[in-house]
Nanobody
Framework: QLEFVESGGGLVQSGGSLTVSCKAS????????MAWFRQAPGKEREGISC????????YYSDSVKGQFTMRRSYAENTIYLQMDDLKPEDTAVYYC????????????????????WGQGTQVTVSS
């Protein structure tokens, strides 16, 4: 059974940093596309980064490029999202998601392409 435990959310001041994590259990991330999404109050869920299951590329949305860093720990079977220079508009619930795929060097940031989701973790940035 695929399970995730998300952690690391919280309250941070504007300009601060936070890292959220998503630990997978019951399966290995090796064969899965991985992504982070966020959903702010009253807004649609937004894909912000993704990682293919081949190679080491990471893709980012324009809204977080240069500010957020997605990485993966093979040993811990965990994916991370490091968020720097946070702004109040980054306040949202952050979700990890995965989808099994044949080996590929590309990934999607469309929520409909992912079928396994973490429970979400709240990140609040105060001004």
């Amino acid at each position: 059974q695929l399970e995730f435990v998300e952690s690391g959310g919280g309250l941070v001041q504007s300009g601060g940093s936070l890292t959220v994590s998503c630990k997978a259990s019951g399966f290995t991330l090796d064969y899965y596309l991985m992504a982070w999404f966020r959903q702010a109050p009253g807004k649609e869920r937004e894909g912000i980064s993704c990682m293919p299951n081949v190679g080491h590329s990471v893709y980012y949305s324009d809204s977080v490029k240069g500010q957020f860093t997605m990485r993966r720990s093979y040993a811990e079977n965990t994916i991370y999202l490091q968020m720097d220079d946070l702004k109040p508009e980054d306040t949202a619930v952050y979700y990890c998601a995965v989808a099994w795929a044949s080996p590929q060097y590309t990934c999607s940031m469309e929520s409909s392409d992912y079928d396994h989701w973490g429970q979400g973790t709240q990140v609040t940035v105060s001004s």
